[in-house]
């Protein structure tokens, strides 16, 4: 496995997690658990785009 595919991985498993978390959200009853749960995703996605490079926050487009 070279480098790229390692940051690869990585990106999509932070990805993975943030929509994970967005998920759980949206299905949160109380309002101070889904706030939680979406700050949470947001930086998720914030720390993938500063480590993996911006766009790497979010889905790749097909």
Do not use: F, W
């Amino acid at each position: 496995m070279d480098a790229t595919s390692g940051t690869d991985e990585n990106a999509r498993r932070m990805r993975d997690k943030a929509q994970e978390l967005e998920q759980a959200a949206a299905h949160a009853t109380e309002p101070a658990e889904h706030d939680r749960l979406m700050r949470k995703a947001l930086r998720i996605r914030e720390v993938s785009e500063r480590v993996n490079g911006p766009g790497s926050g979010t889905m790749d487009p097909m």
